[in-house]
């Protein structure tokens, strides 16, 4: 069940979960919050979602829920910052989780199920902890999906290179296009699926995501296991550079989406 979280917390990638917004990463979930709801967010990494969703539910009481200490302390520094005092924080693992029955209006995880062991384990634990009428929500990335323009081999070499290694480590990179066959597998019925996508094509967007992923890709967890695979990193950080800086460049990165309403 044991999966090995691929990109670990470097700053390179950090930069990327801390652009996050409610807005820009929780769109189909924000029609169905109320001022009031309890809320879990399930691997809420550095946590500027989790602050975002707090401030819509507040005074609902949200836990924000890390694997480490160390991970939960990247949340707590940003919900410190924002001078939050709804939410509070929990060490645990999304397939086995430290609280009871119908405990929280509203379970959300976001960029979480693709990495984990078994993520129809994971769905089956959200909803045992979901009150009756609650809610679950879930968005994950879906790799094989992104698709960019220039055609750069080096990038559909970081493409084939990350999916490998997401693979070899226990999680599913295509996980977008399987939410609801995986929702289906835990027994949920009456699942709302969706997708959305985020696309960089101006300037400034493509630096800031061509120059994360240059620094990514030669800096962070993901680095490491590929350059064990032989692969020429440095290649591949010009490509995104360089896709970075050409004019024409786009991206267009597809996200499955699920909802799920407990009945009660
Ligand atoms: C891609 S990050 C997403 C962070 C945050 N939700 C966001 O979107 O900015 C995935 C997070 O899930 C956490 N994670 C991985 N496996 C987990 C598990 N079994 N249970 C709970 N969290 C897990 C990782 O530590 C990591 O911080």
């Given at each position: 069940m044991a999966a090995v979280y691929t990109h670990g917390h470097h700053e390179s990638v950090l930069r990327s979960h801390r652009w996050r917004t409610a807005e820009n990463s929780a769109a189909y979930l924000l029609p169905r919050l109320k001022s009031g709801d309890t809320l879990l967010d399930i691997g809420c990494g550095p946590g500027t979602l989790t602050a975002d969703l707090a401030m819509l539910?507040?005074?609902?009481?949200?836990?924000?829920?890390?694997?480490?200490?160390?991970?939960?302390?990247?949340?707590?520094?940003?919900?410190?910052?924002?001078?939050?005092?709804?939410?509070?924080?929990?060490?645990?693992?999304?397939?086995?989780?430290?609280?009871?029955?119908?405990?929280?209006?509203?379970?959300?995880?976001?960029?979480?199920?693709?990495?984990?062991?078994?993520?129809?384990?994971?769905?089956r634990e959200m909803s045992r902890v979901t009150r009756p009428g609650g809610l679950i929500a879930v968005r994950d990335s879906d790799y094989a999906a992104f698709t960019w323009f220039p055609q750069l081999p080096e990038l559909d070499?970081?493409?084939?290179?990350?999916?490998?290694?997401?693979?070899?480590n226990g999680g599913e990179p295509d996980a977008g296009r399987r939410l609801l066959a995986w929702a289906h597998a835990a027994g949920l019925t009456g699942v709302t699926a969706t997708s959305s996508t985020w696309c960089f094509a101006n300037p400034e967007d493509r630096q800031w995501w061509g120059g994360m992923w240059a620094d990514r890709i030669l800096r962070s967890d993901l680095a490491r296991q590929a350059a064990e695979r032989g692969a020429d990193l440095q290649k591949i950080s010009e490509a995104w550079r360089a896709w970075a800086a050409h004019p024409d460049g786009w991206i267009s990165l597809l996200h499955g989406e699920l909802l799920w309403k407990k009945p009660g």
């Open positions: 539910v507040t005074p609902g009481r949200v836990t924000a829920l890390e694997t480490t200490p160390a991970a939960l302390d990247l949340a707590r520094a940003e919900i410190g910052r924002r001078g939050l005092e709804t939410v509070g924080f929990a060490v645990g693992d999304v397939h086995a989780l430290d609280f009871a029955d119908d405990s929280f209006d509203v379970v959300h995880a976001h960029q979480v199920l693709q990495h984990v062991g078994d993520p129809v384990a994971a769905l070499e970081w493409l084939d290179l990350y999916r490998r290694v997401a693979r070899d």
